[in-house]
């Protein structure tokens, strides 16, 4: 079973799109267990940092929260195809 999960990225740039490939064989886990959410919430747990909230610039009152990679993306969500 092939799975493709993408994974939106939020940057200055708009919004970043990772493309993550795998099939049930090369995770080693059968077929039926396998679900994008599954694969995503892995890759978020990895790749990315909560913050309850965040300040970026401490002369601004705004506060961001949610979950940020090393170089500062803001995780939006992730998509099946």
């Known amino acids: 079973m092939?799975?493709?999960v993408v994974?939106?990225?939020l940057n200055t740039n708009g919004v970043e799109k990772i493309e993550l490939k795998?099939?049930?064989?090369?995770?080693?886990?059968?077929?039926a267990i396998v679900q994008c959410s599954d694969i995503?919430?892995?890759?978020?747990e990895i790749n990315t940092t909560y913050y309850?909230?965040?300040n970026l610039d401490p002369t601004s009152p705004?506060?961001?929260q949610g979950n940020y990679t090393?170089?500062?993306?803001?995780?939006?969500?992730?998509m099946c195809q």
């Open 62 to 64: 705004k506060e961001q």
């Open 22 to 31: 795998t099939k049930s064989s090369w995770l080693k886990i059968p077929e």
């Open 40 to 44: 995503a919430e892995e890759w978020r």
């Open 2 to 4: 092939k799975v493709i």
């Open 70 to 78: 090393r170089d500062g993306k803001l995780m939006i969500g992730y």
């Open 7 to 9: 994974i939106l990225l």
């Open 52 to 54: 309850a909230s965040r």
